[in-house]
C-alpha cells in the first residue's frame, strides 16, 4: 500500500519549531520582500497558468514570513512592466537596510530576467543567483532533497527527471554533494529508464508525464515537485493519478514539496536573521523495502499463492471461497471459455520528456506550492 509523505506535516513542523523566535522578530521591523509578475489578458494559456501557480506560491510564502513576525511585501508588478520599472524595484530594497530577505518569483518575462541579476546577493535568499548566492540551491531543490535523504542512507539508484532546469540542477548539485550519483533525465530522454531507480524525483512541471508505465512498486519513493493548475481549480503534478498506487511512498500534489519549500523558506530566514543555531525541521521516512528484499518478498508471495490454486478441490470450491457462483450445469469450465487475447501495441516510440520549453512552472525558482 503506497504511503503519502506529507509536506504538510513538516510545514506544521517548522512552524511549531519556529514560532518562538516571532516576539524577537517582530519589533525589529525586519521585513522580506516577494515580487512577482502579472500576466495580460492577450498572453498564451501556458504563460498566464505558469503565472497562476507563481501567485499561489507568492501569497504561500507571505504567510509563513508573517508566522514569524517578519514584515511581508508582496509587490505585484502589471503586464507590460519594463526592465527601468523593474531594476527600481529591485535596487529599492537592495538599499533598504529592513529589507533582509528578497525573491522574485520565477518565471519572470524573458526580457526581465537579466534583471534579476541586480540582486544583492546577501539578500538572495532562494538561490536565484546560483553562485552569487549564499545558499548552494533554491529552498525547492534542498527541500526535495531532504525529503529524499531519509530513504537514501545506503546509496540506492536515484533518478532526477528535469534534472537540467534550475530546480533539477540544484537538486542533482545537492545529490552530488552528499556522495549520491543520480541518473538525470532530461529533454529527449528515455523516461523508462527511472524503471532502473530506487527513488524517483520528478521537476519537470508537465502534467502526467509519469505514467503506471515509469512507476514501479520496487521505487522506494517518488517526489513529484510538479504543480500546474488546472481551469477547474485543481492542480495536476508531474505523476499521472493512476500511477499514485503503485510506489511504496509518494509526495502528493498539492500537500507535498510546496508546503516543504515554505518550510525550507522559513528556517533559512530564522538562520540568517535570527539564530544561527536554529533547529533544522525534519522529514520522517514512510516505511519501504529495498529492491533486492522487494522482490524476494513478492516472488514468496506469488509462489504460495501458485501452490494454494494447485491445492484447490474443484471450481465450485474456489467459487464458494471467492463468494461467487460456480458455473452452471453442462457450461465449460473457466479454461475453456472463449477469451479475447490481449492486443498487443503496435511498435511505438518510448515516451520522452517533451521539448523544452514545455515545462511547466516548478522548473523556475520561487516556484509553486506543490
Not at 42 to 50: E, I, N
Not at 246 to 265: H, K, S
Not at 290 to 308: I, K, M, Q
Amino acid at each position: 500500500m503506497t504511503e503519502l509523505v506529507s509536506g504538510r506535516d513538516v510545514l506544521r513542523q517548522a512552524r511549531a519549531l519556529y514560532a518562538h523566535y516571532r516576539p524577537a522578530v517582530e519589533p525589529t521591523g525586519m521585513k522580506v520582500a516577494v515580487i512577482r509578475f502579472t500576466p495580460a489578458d492577450t498572453d498564451p494559456p501556458d504563460w498566464r497558468v505558469r503565472l497562476e501557480a507563481s501567485r499561489i506560491s507568492a501569497e504561500q510564502k507571505i504567510k509563513s514570513f508573517e508566522h514569524l513576525g517578519f514584515r511581508a511585501d508582496h509587490v505585484v508588478l502589471p503586464p507590460g512592466v519594463d526592465r527601468r520599472a523593474f531594476r527600481e524595484v529591485l535596487e529599492g530594497y537592495n538599499a533598504d537596510p529592513a529589507t533582509r530577505a528578497i525573491i522574485v518569483q520565477f518565471p519572470p518575462p524573458r526580457d526581465l530576467a537579466p534583471v534579476v541579476d541586480g540582486m544583492d546577493p546577501a539578500k538572495d535568499i532562494d538561490a536565484l543567483l546560483k553562485g552569487r548566492s549564499p545558499y548552494p540551491a533554491c529552498a525547492t531543490a534542498e527541500g526535495i532533497y531532504r525529503v529524499a535523504e531519509p530513504f537514501a542512507t545506503d546509496r540506492p539508484a536515484i533518478a532526477v527527471v528535469g534534472g537540467k532546469g534550475f530546480v533539477g540542477q540544484g537538486v542533482v548539485n545537492m545529490l552530488r554533494a552528499n556522495g549520491h550519483d543520480p541518473m538525470t533525465l532530461d529533454y529527449g530522454d528515455r523516461l523508462e529508464r527511472v524503471r532502473d531507480a530506487d527513488i524517483v524525483i520528478s521537476v519537470t512541471g508537465s502534467p502526467g508525464i509519469l505514467t503506471p508505465d515509469h512507476i514501479r512498486p520496487h521505487h522506494r519513493v517518488v517526489i513529484d515537485s510538479g504543480f500546474v493548475p488546472q481551469a477547474d481549480g485543481s492542480v495536476r503534478g508531474d505523476v499521472r493519478a493512476e500511477a499514485y498506487t503503485v510506489p511504496q511512498n509518494i509526495t502528493p500534489v498539492p500537500g507535498g514539496i510546496g508546503p516543504v519549500e515554505m518550510a525550507t523558506l522559513m528556517e533559512r530566514v530564522v538562520r540568517q536573521e535570527v539564530d544561527p543555531n536554529v533547529v533544522p525541521w525534519k522529514a520522517a521516512p514512510g516505511p519501504y523495502l529495498e529492491r533486492a528484499r522487494f522482490t524476494a518478498d513478492r516472488t514468496t508471495a506469488a509462489t504460495a499463492a501458485t501452490a494454494t490454486t494447485a491445492t484447490a478441490p474443484s471450481i465450485a470450491a474456489a467459487a464458494r471461497l471467492r463468494g461467487t457462483a460456480a458455473p452452471a450445469a453442462g457450461a465449460p469450465p473457466a479454461s475453456a471459455q472463449p477469451a479475447t487475447a490481449p492486443r498487443l501495441p503496435g511498435r511505438q516510440a518510448a515516451p520522452r520528456l517533451p521539448p523544452q520549453g514545455g515545462g511547466g512552472p516548478s522548473q523556475g525558482g520561487g516556484g509553486p506550492s506543490r
